[in-house]
Structures are given as structure tokens and as C-alpha cells.
């Protein structure tokens, strides 16, 4: 089982090499950073912490989180992907944890930071309010049962990749993902983890990003559209 890490940045400068050195390459085949053009050291950090002849540093040709990871799934080669942020909240030592529920058939695993033995150390009230609340709406409208859905640190097989398909250019792509998912019959499974504080400013403006969340929750319910 080939697994590839693929990790959306911008402005991760001083975080994405404190990553890249976490990531246990025992278990990952390959990684593939996607820079959205920062105006930092972030390409220069990252490459210097990239395996010759393995990993992959690209910047991607159309903006938004969303197409960032597009085009990063289009450049791996892994049977699983895994999804991690670059400005070290996830813990890239969970990844383990996400493989072994891979490898007991599951198709998408979804780390949580609100089920029993997870937390965050980043949560602001504003996030953890949106949070549960979209969470609650999403279980509500498309019936699914999970506890954090836009933490958004995953892995899913790539040929439940192939069974769906998203194509929200922005962050909005969390919830998309999941939804199609869940639609497409893919085999679920949650894994506490502890969020860290984050090494990096967060890049997320929490209302109009939440907004444009929400409508995708609301899909055929809802009377606007939005690009990102």
C-alpha cells in the first residue's frame, strides 16, 4: 500500500520544515507540497526538507484550497492520501493512526478533535461554535454521523477518490469531499487526535469562509451560489 501525503501551503515559513521533519517517512511513500505562491521562504524551507527523487514541491496554476489539493492528488502516485496542513496543527506523528484504520478496510478516516480522547490546543470560541454547529447541520441534511468535519486531516483511498468528485476551488472542498463521500457509499471511520497550536498565523477568515461552508452543506437547499 503506496501513501502519499499531500500538503497545501502559503506563508508557512518557519512551520512547513518543522513539519516536513515530523512526517514518519517509514510509512509515507511520497510527499507533495502545493504552494499557492507565497511571498515568504516557504518554497526554499520546503525543499530543503523534501526527499531528492521522492517528494514533489509544485506551485499551483489556479488559486484556491481546494485546487491546491486537485492538483496535488493529479500528482500522486499513492493508493491512500493523506490530506495534512502545513502550519503544524495537525500532528503529523497521527498519521499512523489514520493508516491502520485504512488497513482495516475502511476507505476514509477522518481525524477528531471532539471525539472521546481528542482536543484542540487551537480552538478559538468563534471556531469551535461554527464547528459543531456546521457539523450538527451536515449530520442533519446528509445523514452522516461524524464529530468534526472540517478539521479536515484525512486519508482516503484512492480508489474512493476515484468514486467521487469534488471540484470546490476553496475551502468549502472539506465539506464537499466528505458529503460526496458519504453519498458514494465509502466506508467511514474516525480517530482522535490532539490539535496543536498552530506554528503559523491561521490564513482562514472564519465568517465568510463559514458562510460559503454552510451553503455547500445546504447544496439544493440553499438560493445562492458562491465562488471562491
Same mark, same amino acid.
Given at each position: 500500500?503506496? *501513501? /502519499? *501525503?499531500? %500538503?497545501?501551503?502559503?506563508?508557512?515559513?518557519?512551520?512547513?520544515?518543522?513539519?516536513?521533519?515530523?512526517?514518519?517517512? &517509514? *510509512?509515507?511513500?511520497? %510527499?507533495?507540497?502545493?504552494?499557492?505562491?507565497?511571498?515568504?521562504?516557504?518554497?526554499?524551507?520546503?525543499?530543503? $526538507?523534501?526527499?531528492?527523487?521522492?517528494?514533489?514541491?509544485?506551485?499551483?496554476?489556479?488559486?484556491?484550497?481546494? $485546487?491546491?489539493?486537485?492538483?496535488?492528488?493529479?500528482?500522486?502516485?499513492? &493508493?491512500?492520501?493523506?490530506?495534512? $496542513?502545513?502550519?503544524?496543527?495537525?500532528?503529523?506523528?497521527?498519521?499512523?493512526?489514520?493508516?491502520?484504520?485504512?488497513?482495516?478496510?475502511? #476507505?476514509?478516516?477522518?481525524?477528531?478533535?471532539?471525539?472521546?480522547?481528542?482536543?484542540? #490546543?487551537? #480552538? /478559538?470560541i468563534i471556531r469551535f461554535i461554527g464547528n459543531r454547529v456546521l457539523t450538527f447541520i451536515t449530520n442533519l441534511i446528509h445523514? =452522516? $454521523?461524524? =464529530? #468534526?468535519?472540517?478539521?479536515?486531516? =484525512?486519508? %482516503?483511498?484512492? /480508489?474512493?477518490?476515484?468514486?467521487?468528485? +469534488? =471540484?470546490? +476551488?476553496?475551502?468549502?472542498?472539506?465539506i464537499e469531499i466528505l458529503i460526496m463521500a458519504h453519498k458514494a457509499g465509502l466506508k467511514f471511520a474516525e480517530v482522535p487526535v490532539i490539535e496543536r497550536a498552530s506554528f503559523s498565523?491561521?490564513? *482562514?477568515?472564519?465568517?465568510?469562509?463559514?458562510?460559503? %461552508?454552510?451553503?455547500?452543506?445546504?447544496? &439544493?437547499? /440553499? +438560493?445562492?451560489?458562491?465562488?471562491?
Amino acid at each position: 500500500m503506496k *501513501v /502519499s *501525503v499531500v %500538503i497545501p501551503t502559503r506563508n508557512e515559513q518557519g512551520a512547513i520544515g518543522r513539519v516536513l521533519k515530523e512526517i514518519p517517512k &517509514d *510509512v509515507v511513500d511520497e %510527499i507533495i507540497v502545493i504552494d499557492g505562491h507565497s511571498k515568504d521562504n516557504t518554497a526554499k524551507e520546503a525543499k530543503a $526538507n523534501l526527499r531528492v527523487g521522492i517528494d514533489k514541491f509544485a506551485l499551483q496554476k489556479r488559486p484556491g484550497f481546494g $485546487n491546491a489539493l486537485l492538483e496535488a492528488f493529479d500528482k500522486s502516485n499513492g &493508493d491512500v492520501i493523506v490530506i495534512l $496542513n502545513g502550519d503544524g496543527s495537525q500532528n503529523p506523528r497521527d498519521i499512523p493512526k489514520l493508516l491502520k484504520k485504512i488497513k482495516q478496510g475502511y #476507505d476514509y478516516v477522518m481525524a477528531t478533535r471532539y471525539a472521546k480522547g481528542g482536543r484542540s #490546543d487551537d #480552538d /478559538s470560541i468563534i471556531r469551535f461554535i461554527g464547528n459543531r454547529v456546521l457539523t450538527f447541520i451536515t449530520n442533519l441534511i446528509h445523514n =452522516t $454521523n461524524v =464529530t #468534526d468535519s472540517l478539521y479536515f486531516f =484525512t486519508a %482516503i483511498r484512492r /480508489s474512493g477518490l476515484k468514486k467521487i468528485h +469534488p =471540484t470546490s +476551488p476553496g475551502f468549502e472542498f472539506c465539506i464537499e469531499i466528505l458529503i460526496m463521500a458519504h453519498k458514494a457509499g465509502l466506508k467511514f471511520a474516525e480517530v482522535p487526535v490532539i490539535e496543536r497550536a498552530s506554528f503559523s498565523k491561521s490564513k *482562514v477568515n472564519a465568517f465568510p469562509v463559514g458562510w460559503k %461552508i454552510l451553503m455547500k452543506i445546504l447544496g &439544493d437547499y /440553499s +438560493p445562492f451560489k458562491f465562488n471562491s
